[in-house]
């Protein structure tokens, strides 16, 4: 039987790297998600389109924008125009996703005409108005608890900017869901996830061809946050891939290596800009905070049944057979995570860095045949990636 993954599954665990790769609000995109979609089935809208046009609304603020706060990417005009604009050519090029293109496009557009694009009324999606009221109410709640006051002051938003920012019939189905007690109290953390799974759309299932061509959508969303390592999930999976394809791995098998080399790296969405651009040495502290981001990959790829395999290849790409490794300390490895661990040192030792000049392939293997002898990693794997590198580079 052919693996599937679920598309719901998919955007819920991307919004998390979406929200974090800017170190910003926190399941801005699952609040967005939830109002989208009910306020899509009491419209008549695309309940799917709001569900998952609402998780990944913000996908073009990450990567090159990733520098510029929530705020900053609703407020400023030209950030406003260059997220949606980004985001939509991001989803052009998604399986599955391609029809959210226009909606994200146009999420910022205002109902009389003022937005970055100029559409209005009947111009813009109905999605997009959606997704449009649904992002500001989240952008009011600003995480807090949602008093009566606050509920108020949301109110006051809404009918004042209702015909200007705001569709009048969007502004109305607001008032009729939120007239429920149950609205507000699905919007609390500790409820989100009980929320969304409520509203999901019908199941949609993805073959792993379509899920690594999202992987390396996203991973540009990783390695874009430094100028460092713009390509390195890119340089990565190529390496693996060529690795797997040379051992006679299957092609599922060698599709979930270059899955596993594609996101490796997306645990860095909670490592701040400074730190991965620091052109000296980190501190005890940064360092840290450096090391969290192997934790963070594996949580996140964990969250997507049918990924149990890439999420411990992935996530275990700075363990060690020897216990000195992160974040685990880990003394048992198998194969595919030590060719992952390797490669990965390999293409970063060849690859430039804030701190360093990149390294001869020479230095790169003298490198790692140092930490093959201290028990790192196994003789004989190293010796297979070895093999092909060699053969690679003569």
């Known amino acids: ?51 998952f046009g609402g998780l990944l609304h913000d996908i073009g603020a990450s990567g090159e924008l990733n520098i510029y706060g929530l705020r900053d990417i609703h407020s400023q005009r030209q950030l406003i125009y260059d997220h949606a604009e980004i985001g939509a050519n991001i989803l052009s090029d998604l399986p599955y996703l391609k029809s959210l293109s226009n909606i994200i496009k146009f999420h910022h557009e205002h109902y009389n005409g003022t937005g970055p694009f100029k559409l209005k009324h009947h111009e813009i ?25 606050l509920r108020s002051e949301i109110f006051d938003w809404v009918l004042y900017n209702s015909g200007k920012i705001i569709c009048p019939k969007v502004k109305d189905a ?3 869901i939120a007239k429920a007690e149950q609205f507000w109290l699905d919007l609390d953390a500790r409820n989100l996830d009980y929320s969304l799974n409520r509203v999901k759309p019908k199941p949609v299932y993805i073959s792993f061809t379509d899920f690594e061509k999202m992987a390396k959508a996203f991973s540009r969303i990783i390695d874009i ?3 460092f390592t713009h390509q390195h999930s890119l340089n990565l999976h190529l390496l693996s891939h060529q690795v797997a394809t040379f051992l006679g791995y299957d092609e599922l098998k060698t ?77 048992a490895l198998s194969e595919e995570e030590q060719l992952i661990a390797i490669a990965d040192i390999y293409a970063a030792l060849i690859e ?31 010796s297979k990636f070895h093999n092909i590198i060699a053969e690679k580079t003569a």
């Open 1 to 51: 039987m052919i693996q599937m993954l679920l598309l719901d599954e998919i955007c819920n665990a991307f919004s998390v790297i979406i929200d974090l790769a800017g170190e910003r609000t926190y399941e801005h995109s699952k609040r967005t998600a939830y109002i989208g979609a009910r306020l899509g089935e009491l419209l008549g809208a695309s309940t799917e389109a709001c569900f």
């Open 125 to 149: 999606p109905l999605e997009s108005k959606i997704i449009n009221l649904a992002d500001h109410l989240d952008l009011l709640l600003n995480g807090k608890n949602v008093s009566i006051n």
């Open 174 to 176: 607001f008032f009729e």
């Open 225 to 227: 946050k430094s100028k």
């Open 255 to 331: 599709k979930k290596i270059s899955i596993a080399a594609y996101l490796h790296d997306i645990g860095k969405v909670m490592v701040p800009s400074s730190i991965l651009e620091k052109p000296t040495s980190l501190t005890p502290k940064e360092y840290a905070i450096m090391r969290q981001h192997s934790y963070y990959t594996k949580k996140i790829l964990q969250q997507i049944n049918g990924l149990e395999d890439i999420a411990q290849w992935a996530g275990n790409h700075h363990e060690k057979l020897n216990g000195t490794g992160y974040p685990e300390g880990l003394t």
């Open 352 to 382: 430039d860095r804030p701190y360093r000049k990149n390294m001869s392939h020479q230095q790169a293997v003298q490198i790692l045949k140092s930490m093959v002898s201290r028990g790192e990693f196994d003789q004989d794997i190293f």
